[in-house]
């Protein structure tokens, strides 16, 4: 062989394959005049079995297909065609009924085309009768019996489904809601996961094969091409392998590229079929017949989250359908019932299992580094709690441009084969037990990963941190901390600086942070800094988000200038580096420099007006990202336009405030449960604007439902709550309700003893006396509350007092 | 791992194989062929080797030896991936060498591919041995196709991660692992 002549095979073999099977001779006859040429093209592609053939099985030209009316009234065994149903590439179905009349029964009959009978797809039919032999399941369409026609061709008997609809076209045709398809769905994965318990995968599931009768039950059919997965039937399968017909919308990314389909495939497949259930879309528009550009298409680009296309669609929704279509099997839920599972847990409330993989961690800062006025101290007694929501929000878009990043992308490789073996020691089908926890796995990894040998300390070490921040994303703030503190005890002080031992103590940083274990985090912080500053070449995005951590140690340490200055060094650095990578990190970034510009603004008499105008930029800027990376609904978006609020009602634009306070509550209403402490700082700051407008009766109904919120979720003496309190009062003040005025001033005098130390307490009561004696001005009153705070016997409260009551007395 | 062999690899790797690479050459080989070892004498009742399991804690543990040198992967993958096979087919030969004589079956091309999954046996490494002979001819007249050939299936490449390695584009890597194996498959049908 020269190089001339394999270069004149080789472009010619990349054509031919794709033309179909039947017509490849004549192509080459056709387009090739050296007989060498042709006859070595003949033999490669003789060789070339799965990948060549599969490229094909869909693009071949419809069969001969008997007529109705040649089929009908014609006899199979004990029935007689009614009449035809549909047909396929494989053959066609008829209605049928019993021919000796004995007693009525319809059923639908099966029957190999014409011209196929004899070759693989008899086996094919074999296969099925076989393989629906070993299933019984109600979700499953039984098999009757079967037998071979007088002209040699195999047929099926199968009870006649009347009436009965793909999948799809039930839902839309019912108009059936969210929940109701769910429900469907997790039916249909049950059927699947009985096939997977007993070795059998369907590998063309598709709304098509999924038939749902007038009565609402399901029916999977078509194992037609469903392989076996035990090794006593293997030959079997391989010899149907040679044309294998798939449905490539359906398909997953590996029986594209021409592998055998797994159990997870089938999840994948299943995953597509959720997809459309719940947008009634594909994922990817592909010319159905061409393969080839699927499979690039599939190789490189992630599906478009379902709410995409359904705007409102829940994120975890997205996040489930995500993780059933993952491109590698390994990301997939390990099971049909584990994907039926997580969207029972949905139905039932439950937060679910599927979460994106990555950056987590930055959520949690997110919440921590946007406690905007209101929200400020209302955040460190619920932090936990809120946490798991709004991490249970999160979406899967922004996880797979995370991936991108360098850093992460080196870990996720690093990793892959750990995960792939725990998985696989939790794979039910193989194990024959229950779908193991992701929360399971996780202690298990870490446990593994202290006994380890096989891996370096450093690749350890990494690994811990990838689990820490999986343990964040699920709600365990321990079992984060306490695999980032593995993570770093497995760093030697005496090795040389490395990427690694950055990204180690990074993680520790922003977990014990966010934990306000604020020495901890300062430490790690620290050790990150000092790795970093000696690896100059360093990949830009992990320094920005070092410089990050420790802007944000800073701040906590009182250093607010100092902390901005970093934060802008950590925006100039992300501005070099392509957007699509740190769009969150860098909306992040943004949104905490904009808030600690906004606290120096303040903090000064008069109010730093060129500060303000920056923060109100940045703020500006963040919103954009966080629309563009998360939609127009997510909480983040939510955090953030409180934020513009807030900016906007501190530069006295009232109309603008409120504008982006209902926008945010919006989104809080749909996105987080009631009584979330989100939405009672969102109705806190609409009815603080609203008081300052002097709409008194609109703020007094938004102080009212705040505090509706608030009574579920916080204690007595929460910040909130006395605010709320004194709101109350004020409103009614100003509308001239005394009676009100004084009940809700009652209420926040009770709370004050109760109150959180940390608080203004001083100021608070001072306020609350300054309105009680506004609300009660008599004397017999005000004597009374001039004994009431000499009981506490404070006297710095009473001197307080006394100077407001002159001021009453004044005024 | 001699200094001829070291040559020849070298002259393979061409322009990338200036500098720093040269140098490390051994240290991969040893890596790979101590970690392959230990994977497969590990005591697991199916005796798997992960040969993707493998580039990966070879690049890992390297590049924490040699932090800056190793920093660019596809670099690292191209180098593996020829280090890889030789120590693969080494391993095969010492195999046969063990357990001369007994009978062979034919094997699928497809089974021998399995290797990196399967259990590693006599059979697995007469093909193999066998596949690396294919190999060498199908590279006397096309390169890259071998190339590709022993990143996907030796080193465990992905589609993109091979096109990194070898700077050519996606399509092209599917296109010669298309070919080459209906070439492979060919010929070891017919040897």
Known sequence: ?811 | MDEGEITLLLNRLGERAQGPLALLLPAVYEQLKSAARRQLARERADHTLSTTALVHEAYLKLSEQDGQRWRNRDHFHAVAAIVMRRVLIDHAKGVLAEKRGSGRRPLALEEVLDVSEGEFSVQHAQQLVELDAALDRLRRFDERACRVVECRFFAGLSVEETAAALQVAPVTVKRDWSLARAWLQRELAGG
């Not at chain 1, 988000?545 to 420790?550: M, P, S, Y």
Request: charged fraction near 20%.
């Open chain 1, 1 to 811: 062989m020269t190089p001339e002549l394999w270069q004149q095979i080789r472009s010619l073999y990349h054509v031919v394959v794709e033309v179909p099977a039947a017509e490849r001779e004549a192509w080459l006859q056709a387009n090739c005049a050296d007989p060498q040429v042709r006859e070595e093209l003949r033999s490669l592609l003789a060789s070339a079995v799965a990948d060549a053939t599969l490229l094909h099985e869909t693009v071949e030209p419809a069969p001969e297909r008997e007529s109705a009316d040649e089929m009908r009234g014609q006899s199979l065994g004990e029935f007689r065609i009614v009449q035809l149903i549909g047909s396929g590439g494989m053959g066609s179905v008829y209605l049928a009924e019993r021919a000796d009349g004995g007693f009525e029964q319809q059923v639908a009959i099966k029957l190999v085309r014409r011209g196929l009978a004899g070759d693989t797809s008899s086996r094919r039919f074999l296969r099925e009768r076989q393989i629906l032999g070993r299933l019984n399941h109600r979700h499953i369409c039984s098999i009757l019996g079967g037998g071979l026609s007088e002209d040699g061709r195999p047929y099926l008997v199968m009870p006649f489904l009347e009436g009965a609809l793909p999948l799809d076209e039930y839902c839309e045709r019912r108009t059936l809601d969210v929940q109701q398809r769910l429900h469907m769905f997790v039916a249909v994965c049950a059927a699947v996961q009985h096939a997977h318990q007993n070795l059998v995968v369907h590998s063309d599931l598709k709304p098509g094969n999924i038939l749902v009768l007038p009565d609402g039950e399901v029916q999977l059919v078509d194992f037609g091409i469903a392989r076996l997965l035990d090794q006593a039937e293997a030959g079997l399968t391989t010899l149907a392998e040679g044309g294998r017909p798939l449905t490539p919308q359906y398909a997953s990314p590996e029986q594209i590229e021409g592998d055998s389909p797994t159990t997870l495939s089938d999840v994948y497949s299943l995953g597509v079929v959720l997809y459309r259930l719940l947008t009634g879309t594909l994922p990817y528009t592909v010319e159905r017949a061409n393969l080839r550009q699927l499979a690039e298409v599939l190789a490189t680009t992630d599906p478009s989250p379902p709410s995409r296309h359904r705007p409102g669609l829940p994120e975890d929704l997205d996040n489930i359908v995500l993780k059933a279509m993952a491109r590698e099997p390994e990301r997939r839920y390990v099971s049909a019932a584990a994907l039926a599972e997580d969207v029972q847990r949905w139905l039932a409330g439950e937060p679910v299992q599927a979460r994106p993989a990555t950056l987590a961690y930055q959520l949690g800062k997110f919440v921590r580094r946007h406690r905007w006025p209101v929200l400020t101290a209302g955040l460190a007694l619920v932090a936990l709690a809120a946490l798991a929501t709004v991490l249970a929000l999160s979406n899967a878009r922004i996880a797979a441009q995370a991936r991108q990043l360098q850093a992460e992308r080196d870990r996720a490789e690093a990793t892959a084969d750990f995960w792939a073996g725990l998985f696989e020691q939790a794979d039910p089908v193989r194990a024959q037990s229950a779908a193991t926890s992701t929360a399971e796995l996780l202690d298990r990894a870490r446990a593994q990963l202290t006994t380890e040998e096989t891996l370096s300390r450093a690749s350890r070490s990494r690994l811990l941190a990838v689990i820490s921040t999986a343990y964040w994303n699920l709600a365990n703030p321990e079992g984060a901390l306490a695999a980032a503190e593995q993570a770093v005890a497995l760093q030697d002080p005496t090795d040389p600086p490395s990427e690694t031992a950055a990204v180690v103590y990074k993680q520790l940083a922003n977990i014990a942070m966010s934990l306000d274990r604020l020495e901890q985090g300062r430490q790690a912080a620290e050790q990150a800094m000092a790795q970093i500053e000696q690896l100059p070449d360093a990949p830009p995005a992990l320094r920005a988000q070092v410089l990050d951590a420790l802007a944000l140690v800073l701040d906590e340490q009182g250093q607010p200038e100092r902390a901005a200055e970093l934060l802008e060094q950590v925006v100039a650095i992300q501005r070099q580096l392509p957007l699509e990578e740190i769009r969150v990190d860098m909306a992040t970034a943004l949104g905490s420099l904009g808030y600690m510009h906004y606290r120096l603004a303040t903090q000064t008499k008069p109010v730093d007006e060129s500060r303000l105008q920056r923060a109100d930029t940045l703020v500006a800027e963040s919103l954009r990202l966080l629309r563009e990376a998360f939609g127009e609904n997510h909480p983040q978006v939510g955090f953030m336009l409180n934020a513009s609020g807030v900016l906007s009602r501190e530069r006295g634009n009232y109309a603008a405030a409120a504008a982006h306070f209902a926008a945010a509550g919006q989104i809080a209403a749909q996105s987080l449960p009631d009584g979330h402490t989100m939405r009672v700082s969102l109705a806190l700051n609409q009815a603080e604007m609203l008081l300052a407008q002097q709409d008194w009766s609109a703020a007094e109904s938004a102080y009212a439902q705040a505090l509706g919120a608030a009574e579920q979720t916080l204690p007595a003496g929460h910040p909130d709550r006395i605010d709320q309190q004194l709101g109350i009062a004020r409103c009614a003040l100003g509308a001239g309700d005394l009676d009100s005025a004084r009940q809700a001033l009652l209420r926040m005098q009770a709370a004050l003893p109760l109150a959180e130390a940390e608080l203004p307490l001083e100021r608070l009561w001072a306020q609350l006396l300054h309105w009680r004696l506004v609300a009660e001005p008599t004397a017999a009153a005000q004597a009374e509350i001039r004994k009431a705070v000499q009981a506490a016997g404070d006297p710095a409260q009473l001197a307080l007092l006394q100077q407001l009551a002159t001021e009453a007395a004044d005024g």
